[in-house]
């Protein structure tokens, strides 16, 4: 019986060893990695910001005239032209008031011409003495006074011209005409100026957005430094999903004031927008290309472990092994992170199988990298 049990057993452990698993590792066995020398280098000076799309210019359609709106003459938001028409209102009251208006003035007209002619027929007269002076001096004040009574009727005449004219109101700018605020048989009111419709202009488009007063001033010193392209800083967008807008922008506008409750300043880039893509109010996110840093150390996002005091990467040690080693973390770079202390040239970092790793545990580099590629500098991306 004892022997029968000797040889259960051994065919047992032996079961088990044929089940368990060719690729389990051995304990202590080293974990493969991929790492990062670190080198100092060049890089784009690259700030991310939120902003929101707004259109250069704003018209405000409103009513110049009261009266009846007879039709819309355009197709809600759409493009429009300068000077199209949008609105017929009612015109027939105005031009009764211009036909008032025009035959006072051919009654003007006779009366001063009548005045004038009699100022002719008297000049010679008073010179003969066959009239008074008296006479004659109130003949030309007749005939001055029957003038200016012309003169003012014409004006009245050119503003009843102007005032028909309204009834047709067209577009003060090009651009995309929003909804129709007012429909037909509403009455509109010009001394209320009643808001008929808006179009914003679609290109070229701005991006607002605020930064840090710090950060301002660096961006200051990059067009000072010359380090900003002719004086530009470019600006680059990407939409909400997560798809890049082609054209490049430049920034336009820098405050010259500190909101106090937010310690920020507000920037704004102007983008041409020919296939009108981006829309007024939209968010999208803008990146500032505000020259380069010089000499800094940047390793890939993947690398770094961020806590509340800061920043952990893992490194190889001397003796092989991995080696957890707080870091300083400066700006994000594209997909890279500067680092301000922490880290020295000739150091390697792990970016591979972090989550597999504890400090202490030994490690095998694989496809060791000798050298982070540098993020793209504002003149490299331009040659691209």
């Known amino acids: 019986m004892t022997s029968f049990r000797k040889l259960l057993t051994a065919a047992l452990a032996l079961s088990i060893a044929a089940c368990s698993s060719p690729e389990t590792a051995p304990q202590g ?5 991929k790492t990062l020398t670190v080198a100092r280098q060049d890089v784009a000076n690259v700030i991310e910001l939120p902003g929101r799309v707004e259109p250069v210019r704003i018209a405000e359609v409103r009513a110049r005239v009261t009266g009846i709106v007879l039709q819309r003459l355009y197709e809600e938001g759409t493009d429009v ?3 199209q028409p949008l609105f017929r209102i009612d015109p027939a009251e105005l031009r ?21 002619a009699v100022v002719q027929r008297y000049r010679p007269l008073v010179e003969e003495n066959a009239i008074s002076g008296q006479e004659f001096d109130a003949a030309q004040a007749a005939a001055r006074e029957a003038n200016a009574n012309v003169a003012q009727i014409k004006a009245q005449l050119r503003a009843a011209s102007l005032q028909l004219g309204y009834t047709t109101v067209r577009a003060p700018i090009a651009g995309r005409a929003g ?3 007012v429909t037909e048989g509403a009455l509109v009111s010009q001394p209320e100026g009643t808001l008929m419709t808006k179009i914003e202009q679609m290109s070229p488009v701005y991006v607002s957005f605020s930064q840090s007063a710090a950060e301002v001033l660096e961006l200051r010193r990059a067009i000072a430094s010359g380090s900003a392209d002719g004086g530009a800083v470019e600006v680059r967008l990407s939409f909400a999903d997560g798809t890049d807008y082609a054209v490049p922008g430049v920034i336009e506008f820098l405050d010259f004031s500190v909101n106090e409750e937010t310690g920020t300043v507000q920037l704004r880039a102007e983008f041409a927008n020919p296939d009108g893509l981006l829309l007024p109010g939209e968010f999208v996110k803008a990146r500032i290309y505000a020259g380069e840093m010089s000499d800094v150390i940047a390793i890939p996002q993947r690398a770094v472990t ?3 005091n800061g920043g952990t990467v893992m490194i190889v040690d001397k003796d092989g092994k991995a080696a ?9 770079v594209g997909e890279n992170w500067v680092i301000e202390s922490g880290l020295k040239p000739g ?3 792990i970016v591979s199988n972090l989550q597999k ?3 202490g545990a030994p490690v095998q580099i694989a496809n060791a990298k000798t050298g982070q590629k540098p993020a793209p500098t504002a003149a490299a991306k331009k040659a691209d």
């Open 96 to 116: 009764a008031s211009y036909a008032q208006a025009k035959a006072s003035l051919e009654r003007a007209q006779a009366t001063a011409a009548n005045a004038n």
């Open 324 to 332: 957890l080693r707080p870091v300083k973390l400066g700006e994000m």
């Open 179 to 181: 909804r129709a605020v």
């Open 81 to 83: 032209a300068k000077g």
């Open 347 to 349: 150091d390697k970092v």
């Open 306 to 308: 961020v806590a509340k």
């Open 29 to 33: 066995q080293a974990v493969p990695v």
């Open 357 to 359: 790793l504890q400090p």
